[in-house]
């Protein structure tokens, strides 16, 4: 669902509007980077790699048509599951 919301901000028609909790920033080159999120946290995409550079806001949604879909198969079970364990424990300190 988080992945549907982020392909509804990168649309071209939502351009320039002010949305908050994007999942791409843009560099200094005007380049997006991508980086797929659980919460706040990053997930690794692989060995130590935490986003996606992409040419430009349709390389953000061709990324981001492949995370839906790669969340569909259940590539990202093991992390996310990790994750989770990790903002768990973040609350269970607080107490």
Known sequence: MQIDHQLYMAEPENQGRKFRGRWW????????????????????LGK??????????????????????????GTFDSQLASV?????ARFKKGR
Request: hydrophobic share 45%; glycine share 10%; net charge positive.
């Open 48 to 73: 130590g790699k935490h986003a996606i550079a992409c040419a430009d806001i349709a390389g953000v949604i061709d990324a981001l048509q492949k995370a839906r879909a790669a969340a569909v198969d």
């Open 84 to 88: 989770s364990e990790q903002v768990r």
């Open 25 to 44: 920033t843009t560099g200094i080159d005007g380049k997006p980077t991508l980086a797929i999120k659980y919460g706040k946290i990053p997930l690794e």
